[in-house]
């Protein structure tokens, strides 16, 4: 019989938090300011600021509720100051540009891939979607070593051509892949109309022969900033191509190629379709 008693549990007060609130947001914001710090790292400052001893554990329990989670930083050069004017002025220009306008662009651009993998992986600590800021990029010299560069396209509609980079990357090779893959990338995605050419900037783009040829049969570009890679949705297939070469086992240049075109030939249009999507966010 309960006699109408109701019972109440006592309040636990339980171990106390090793931080406080102010300690743990000044643990956050170390991390907003240099992303490439680790767990161990922060311990030692924690330790040295609030003469505290944590665990990294604890550290990384903090982080996690903050919506922080370890990656490995992507290899990408960092903007330069007159590359990030360059893209403000492209972001003011675009910023209202509608679904359909993006799905006009036939997007371009280069890559290189490592037999091996990348070496010296760089890990960072970011949100989600946070991938490709500056300050999670981790810095490389351009198509530096060994490997495969590929040149590829691709639209709403789909995968356009990939083609394997031989020649040396100056103006005269990037010349030649454009005008051989263009023609038919676009007949293949069935966008021959009106559709827009999209690359960056860079000089090897811009050289005369290439400006030339363009002029005359692409009716309209779209330039991109340098060193803009999340203005490029084309980025997200080679970091794609890049988590699905790594479930095969590669010994060889030959056995990467044909690995990078099997998989690139597998991308899905309704894949490209949701990335040509996304532009109208970038």
Not at 16 to 23: C, D, G, I, T
């Amino acid at each position: 019989m309960s006699y109408g008693i109701q019972l109440v549990s006592k309040r636990r007060t339980g171990r106390p938090p090793k931080l406080s609130e102010r300690e743990k947001r000044a643990v956050v914001q170390s991390i907003k300011e240099n992303p490439r710090l680790t767990a161990s790292k922060i311990v030692e400052n924690v330790n040295i600021q609030f003469k505290k001893t944590v665990s990294r554990d604890t550290v990384r329990r903090i982080l996690r509720k903050a919506n922080y989670r370890s990656h490995v930083a992507r290899k990408k050069p960092l903007v330069s100051l007159i590359n990030r004017q360059k893209r403000i002025a492209f972001a003011e220009e675009h910023i209202n540009k509608p679904e359909d306008f993006w799905k006009k662009v036939l997007f371009s651009d280069e890559s290189k891939y490592c037999i091996f993998g990348i070496k010296g992986r760089q890990l960072v600590w970011r949100k989600p979607c946070t991938a490709l800021n500056p300050k999670n990029l981790k810095p490389t010299v351009k198509h530096g070593g060994g490997g495969v560069m590929v040149w590829g396209c691709m639209s709403s509609k789909g995968v356009g051509n990939l083609e394997f980079i031989e020649s040396t990357m100056d103006h005269m090779g990037l010349f030649g892949y454009s005008k051989r893959n263009l023609p038919e990338s676009v007949r293949k995605l069935g966008i021959q109309d009106d559709y827009i050419f999209q690359q960056d900037n860079d000089p090897k783009h811009t050289a005369y022969n290439t400006k030339l040829w363009l002029l005359y049969n692409v009716k309209k570009q779209l330039k991109t900033p340098p060193q803009s890679p999340d203005l490029n949705p084309i980025e997200h297939l080679w970091d794609l191509l890049e988590r699905r070469i790594r479930n095969h086992v590669i010994t060889s240049k030959e056995m990467l190629k044909s690995v990078l075109v099997e998989e690139w030939n597998n991308i899905s249009s309704e894949y490209t379709a949701k990335l040509v999507a996304s532009m109208q966010n970038a």
